[in-house]
């Protein structure tokens, strides 16, 4: 295969003066060994690929590097025969954009396992609209069906709902006919979040002010939690008997302030999802779900950036200051 030279966003870690990220022009000699060349059409903006851009080593142990842990684009080679070159797939989670160069590259070469059939209901623009944040709201709310809720249970508060993860846990739950309670710490986005077909918005302040509380009134069956720290745990004391808190994030803290009470009164289920390592299987009904009966259109949440835009918009992520979803659009770098 002869090698071809890219664009990518790389970030540098330049010690006592902080972390920097630039757009280089690289070749793919430089990429890591792998089964598959995909030539990058879209990616998102997630939580992780901020913190791997602003020097997190918990998520990139290793600077320079690409960061971007959703991709979509075309096959250009494969030495493994599932995949023909021309093929539209998507990557998303297991080590891309952590410490493999990720979909903040125009090239990903990855192995074959990590690769996904783009879903015949999906374009590539859609599924990376979806991305991790969204497939995570999705693997949440598979959750929460599992352990035997429904619309008519009662409602599912969300909390960090303005997010990637809690804007499309809404509309999926809204499309489903949830009542959702919804947590913001954006006074300007109530009305919007209403206008999205949420039943009632909570302010975060608010939603904490009794955190420090063993358990709490039963308010809701279920939750989906993007936060950790005092939010979960909220969210844990808060749901009524037999209820269901799916956990996924730490954008509040990873801590988790919590006694027993909910567990053993109340019998609440408490279930960690950690999307990069789902296995394909369920990775695939949860694709298919998405393209199919839980189809959304997320056009409105969405923003299009280039590389070039895309440190401003990793600045208003780790401020916390984000809405909705981030696709990065590789076809034009820069
Ligand atoms: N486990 C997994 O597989 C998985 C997959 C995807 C994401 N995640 C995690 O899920 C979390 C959300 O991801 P995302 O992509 O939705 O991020 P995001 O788009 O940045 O959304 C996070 C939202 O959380 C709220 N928030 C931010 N900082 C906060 C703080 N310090 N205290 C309380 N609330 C805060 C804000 O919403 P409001 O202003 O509306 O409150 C913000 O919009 C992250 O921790 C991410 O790492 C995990």
Not at 214 to 234: E, F, M, N
Not at 258 to 285: D, E, Q, W
Not at 300 to 327: E, F, H, N, Y
Request: glycine share 12%; aromatic share 6%.
């Amino acid at each position: 295969m002869k090698e071809r030279d890219f664009y990518a966003l790389v970030a540098y870690d330049g010690g006592n003066q902080g972390f920097r990220h630039e757009i280089v022009r690289k070749s793919t000699a430089e990429l890591p060994p792998g089964d598959v060349l995909i030539q990058v059409k879209y990616s998102s903006l997630n939580y992780k690929d901020a913190l791997s851009a602003s020097g997190n080593h918990g998520v990139t142990k290793h600077y320079p590097h690409t960061p971007g842990i959703d991709a979509a684009g075309r096959v250009v080679f494969s030495t493994n025969p599932t995949w023909q070159a021309g093929d539209e797939v998507l990557c998303t989670g297991y080590d891309l954009g952590m410490n493999t160069a990720g979909g903040f590259g125009q090239c990903i070469r990855v192995p074959a396992s990590w690769v996904v059939r783009k879903p015949r209901g999906l374009s590539l623009l859609e599924s990376m609209r979806i991305g991790t944040a969204g497939f995570t709201a999705a693997q949440c709310l598979l959750h929460l069906e599992q352990h035997g809720l429904g619309p008519d249970k009662g409602p599912i508060l969300v909390t960090g709902a303005t997010g990637g993860v809690g804007t499309v846990a809404l509309m999926l739950l809204h499309k489903l006919g949830y009542q959702i309670i919804a947590v913001t710490g954006k006074q300007a986005e109530h009305s919007a979040l209403l206008a999205m077909g949420v039943t009632e918005v909570l302010d975060r302040h608010e939603f904490l002010a009794d955190s420090e509380k063993q358990l709490l009134p039963a308010r809701w069956a279920g939750a989906i939690d993007t936060l950790g720290g005092k939010p979960l745990s909220v969210a844990v004391k808060g749901a009524a008997f037999d209820g269901v808190v799916t956990c996924c994030g730490n954008a509040a803290s990873g801590d988790l302030p919590l006694t027993v009470y909910p567990f053993i009164l109340r019998g609440i289920h408490l279930i960690g999802v950690y999307s990069a390592n789902c296995p394909m299987a369920k990775r695939l009904h949860i694709w298919d779900k998405l393209a199919g009966e839980w189809k959304l259109d997320l056009t409105p949440i969405c923003r299009t950036v280039q590389l070039g835009d895309l440190g401003a918009a990793i600045d208003a992520m780790l401020a916390g200051q984000s809405k909705g979803r981030w696709v990065v659009d590789l076809e034009e770098a820069v």
